[in-house]
C-alpha cells in the first residue's frame, strides 16, 4: 500500500486529535510498569538469573530502547492507527501486515487476560473476597471479567477519558515504585547480591523438553538454570516487561501534534521505566536471598520478611492500580489495531467503524473485550504469558527491518525523526529481538506456531478476498 494512501487516510478516519505528548508519555508508563514490576523480577531471580536479574532487565530495557528508536521514526513519518501493523503493510506487503497484526491481537488481548487474572488476585489479597470467585483458584474469575467490563466502558467513551484515568493510576503506580526503591535502600544487604551471576547448573529433573529454551535445544546442551545462559532466558521472559510501548504508535491519528509527540512518548516513557525496573530489581535481590523470593507477592513479602508490613500493603496497592492501568491501554490498543485491519479490509469493515459520538473504535474495542473476558474468566493462562514477549517480540522484527524498506522506497518522506545509523542499527535491533526470541523455550513456540497458522487460515479464507488491494473501489464504510 502507498505510504501516501496511509497518511490520507490518516486525516479522513474520523478520529479525534486531543491527545499531547504528556498524555502520551502517562500512556506509555501506564502499559509497561505492571505485572513486571510486581511479579516478573522477583520470579526470575528465583528461577533462572539470580541477581543477574538487574542485567537481564538492562538487556531487555536495551533491545526494546533500540526498537523503540525504530518506532520513533515510523510514528513520527506515518503518524496513524495500527502501529507495526501500518509500517508493515506500506512496507512489506499485506501478507506481512495480516500476520504483524495478527502478533499484535495476541499481544495485547492475551495480556489484558494475564494482567486481569493477577489484579484479581491482588484485589481478593487486599479486601478479603472469596477465593471461589476472585484469583487463579477460582472456577470462574468474576474478578477478571468485572474489571475489564468497567475498564471497556471507559475505552469506549473516549480516548481522552481513557487518558485521564490512565495518567491517575500511573501517578500513584509511579510513588510506589519509588516508596519500594527509597524504603528497601535501609535494607539491602550486600551479601545477598554475591555471587552477582550464579553459577550454572543443571535444572530440576521434572522440568520438561519443552520448557528448555530454543536455543539451547537447537545447540544440543543440556537443560540449565542460572549462569550466563539464565540471564538471557530471564531477559527474554521479563521483556514482557516492557511489551506494550508500542501501543503509543497506536495513537497518531489521535495525537494532537504526531510528529513531535510520538517519538517524545515512547523513548521518555521507556527511559522511565527502565530506570525504575533496575533499581526496583536491584532493591529486592539485595533485601532478600534470591532463593528465598516468594513467587506470588515478591516484592510485598520482601518487605513483610523484613518486618515493613505497612510497605507491603502499600505495594499491593500500587499493583492494584498499576495493573488497572496496563488493562486500560491494553483495550485501547486492541480497538486501534483492529480498527486500522479492518479499515483495509482484512477484517469485517464494520469494525471499522467510529461511534458517532465518542469517536472511538466501539465495535473493535467491546468485540476485543468480549474475548478477553472469557479468556480471563475461564481459562488459567498464566503459562501462556511468554506468548506476549514472543508476539510483542516477532513485531519488532518487522518495525527494525521497515525503517531501511521505507527509507529507500520513499527517501522523500518527512521524517522530523530518523533513526542513527540505518541500516546498520536497525539490522542490529532486528536480531536482537530475535536473540532473546530463540531464548524462550520451545513450547512457547509451538503455541505461537499455531496462532500463526490459525491466522493465516482466516487471512487467506476472508482477509485476501476482501482486502483493499484485492478490491481497490473505495468503501466509505473502511475509511
Not at 475461564?378 to 513485531?395: H, Q, T, Y
Amino acid at each position: 500500500m502507498p505510504v501516501d494512501d496511509v497518511l490520507t487516510r490518516g486525516e479522513r478516519s474520523g478520529l479525534i486529535r486531543r491527545l499531547t505528548g504528556r498524555d502520551l508519555v502517562g500512556f506509555g508508563i501506564g502499559i509497561i510498569i505492571g505485572t513486571g514490576v510486581f511479579t516478573l523480577a522477583g520470579i526470575e531471580a528465583k528461577e533462572h538469573a539470580g541477581p543477574s536479574v538487574v542485567l537481564s532487565f538492562v538487556v531487555g530495557g536495551t533491545v526494546a530502547a533500540l526498537a523503540a528508536l525504530a518506532y520513533a521514526e515510523l510514528a513520527s513519518a506515518v503518524p496513524t492507527a495500527g502501529s507495526a501493523y501500518t509500517y508493515g503493510y506500506a512496507t512489506l506487503g499485506e501478507l506481512f501486515a495480516w500476520i504483524i497484526g495478527w502478533d499484535l491481537l495476541l499481544e495485547f488481548a492475551l495480556g489484558a487476560a494475564v494482567v486481569s487474572r493477577s489484579w484479581s488476585g491482588y484485589v481478593s489479597n487486599l479486601l478479603g473476597l472469596p477465593p471461589q470467585w476472585f484469583g487463579e483458584d477460582a472456577a470462574v474469575n468474576v474478578g477478571a471479567i468485572l474489571i475489564i467490563a468497567i475498564l471497556t466502558i471507559v475505552a469506549v467513551i473516549g480516548i481522552r477519558e481513557s487518558s485521564w484515568v490512565t495518567n491517575a493510576l500511573v501517578v500513584v503506580k509511579v510513588a510506589v515504585c519509588v516508596l519500594v526503591i527509597v524504603a528497601g535502600l535501609f535494607f539491602v544487604r550486600g551479601a545477598n547480591l554475591v555471587p552477582f551471576i550464579p553459577p550454572a547448573q543443571p535444572a530440576p529433573t521434572t522440568a520438561s523438553v519443552l520448557e528448555q529454551p530454543l536455543l539451547q535445544a537447537a545447540l544440543g546442551m543440556q537443560q540449565s538454570m542460572y549462569g550466563i545462559g539464565g540471564m538471557f532466558t530471564a531477559a527474554a521472559i521479563v521483556f514482557f516487561a516492557y511489551t506494550g510501548f508500542e501501543a503509543l504508535a497506536n495513537l497518531g491519528e489521535e495525537t494532537k501534534h504526531p510528529k513531535r509527540d510520538l517519538p517524545v512518548g515512547l523513548l521518555g516513557s521507556l527511559i522511565v521505566c527502565t530506570l525504575l525496573y533496575v533499581a526496583v530489581a536491584v532493591v529486592l535481590t539485595a533485601m532478600v536471598d534470591y532463593r528465598q523470593i516468594d513467587e506470588a507477592a515478591p516484592l510485598a513479602a520482601a518487605f513483610q520478611t523484613i518486618g515493613q508490613p505497612w510497605v507491603a500493603a502499600l505495594i499491593a496497592l500500587g499493583a492494584v492500580t498499576g495493573l488497572t492501568s496496563v488493562m486500560m491501554v491494553e483495550l485501547v490498543t486492541i480497538g486501534r489495531i483492529g480498527f486500522a485491519m479492518s479499515r483495509d479490509g482484512l477484517l469485517p469493515p464494520k469494525l471499522s467503524q467510529v461511534h458517532p459520538k465518542w469517536g472511538t473504535p466501539h465495535r473493535m474495542t467491546i468485540g476485543g473485550a468480549v474475548v478477553i473476558m472469557l479468556l480471563a474468566g475461564f481459562i488459567p493462562i498464566s503459562e501462556l504469558a511468554d506468548m506476549v514477549s514472543i508476539g510483542a517480540l516477532s513485531g519488532f522484527v518487522i518495525v527494525a527491518i521497515a525503517v531501511p524498506v521505507l527509507r529507500r522506497r520513499k527517501p522523500e518522506l518527512h521524517r522530523p525523526f530518523k533513526m542513527p545509523l540505518s541500516p546498520v542499527l536497525p539490522i542490529i535491533t532486528a536480531l536482537a529481538c530475535l536473540y532473546l526470541m530463540s531464548n524462550l523455550d520451545i513450547i512457547t513456540w509451538l503455541r505461537f506456531a499455531a496462532w500463526l497458522v490459525l491466522g493465516l487460515v482466516i487471512y487467506f479464507s476472508y482477509g485476501r478476498r476482501h482486502a483493499r488491494l484485492a478490491n481497490p473501489t473505495p468503501d466509505t464504510a473502511r475509511d
